[in-house]
């Protein structure tokens, strides 16, 4: 099987036959035409390998970039979305019953916490969380019903591990499917299916795409689920339109080598940050000091580009820091080349209440930072200069 960057640079780009163009043609267009009647049936029974019919379905140049992505997650299949929520709402979905009870891990993303814990109770199904980092959480929380069991690892922002094969275990021991959002790691650092996982989610809008430039998402699994999770897009519409498709087709060229940078970057920044006074705790899963450092080594193939960190004081403390940095920017998303500081407590985490964010362990003074692919002593200088202000 070729490498990471062998497969950013090749996988699903041949030439385009017609003109001997190296990239091919974004295809923007909401449907098809067809020069015989006799081939409607065919292109609407096999979309997007027969034929096309219209674009919300399936769109050539959106299909080479789920090509792309199955490849990356070892998975048989992958599927495109308008954003990472369109993914993961879609793809929960396809997996739900009437009842069906999800289980899921506390520190989730805010949008997916909104979604679980706030709207599948509304509409007839029920969800748990339960606490992260200590699977037999997991085990106790499983329930006959349970259809889903929905986890992130590393968390955001507080970049705790889940053991994805003994969630799997567990989940597939009760006959439900277990679903990971890969975000925070990449495809690069972590391929959950190959652990057990039965679907990945990705905000591709990340390190996907990497250049802060646009939304998406996807979904990546075997075949039957993609199937089952593009039947569930087609109707809830949430496809992905060709131009930004072929925008994350060229991200992903450079993702290998942006995620190795990112992830040598993130290492001396967390070394840094873990030897400067004015920082109470740092959240790196590289750190020999984390708490899962050895599951980190067990589950990762690189630490990731995501950390963060306690500063001494209160939130003005935190707040000063990210008004000081200059080479980073204060702002939310993460994923792409530039380095990103946020404070997840007022920005990023606010759908949870006070106290799940307590529980969470979100406190005001929590920094979380995107480590871009800027020069390691530009953005170790910057972190000085903030913390010295903070
Ligand atoms: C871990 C994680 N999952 C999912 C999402 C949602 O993705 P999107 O904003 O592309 O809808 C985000 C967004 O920040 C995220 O951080």
Partial sequence: MPGDSTKSVHEAEPFDEETGSLI???YETSTFGFARAADVPLAVAGSGEKGYTYSRWDNPTVVRLEKKLGAFEHAGAGAAFSSGMAAISTAVFAFLKGGSHVLAIRDLYGGTFGLLHDMLPGLGFSTDLVDTGDVSALESGLRENTSIVYIESPTNPTLKLVDIGKAAKLAHANGALLMVDNTFASPVNQNPLDLGADVVVHSATKYLNGHADLIAGAAMANRERIRK???MRRE???TLDPLPAWLVLRGMKTMAIRVRQQNANAMALA?????HKKVTAVHYPGLKTHPQHELARKQMRGFGGMLSFEIKGTSRNAMRFTENVKVATLAASLGG???????????????MSAE???K?????????????????DDLIEDFRRGLSAA
């Fill in 360 to 376: 969470a362990g979100i406190p005001e003074t929590l920094v979380r930072v995107s480590v871009g692919i800027e020069d390691v």
């Fill in 271 to 275: 070394e840094f940050l873990s030897s």
């Fill in 229 to 231: 999770i593009k039947m």
């Fill in 24 to 26: 091919a043609p974004i």
């Fill in 236 to 238: 809830l519409g949430g």
């Fill in 356 to 358: 799940d964010r307590g």
């Fill in 337 to 351: 080349v530039e380095t990103l500081v946020s404070q997840p407590y007022n920005m990023t985490h606010t759908q």
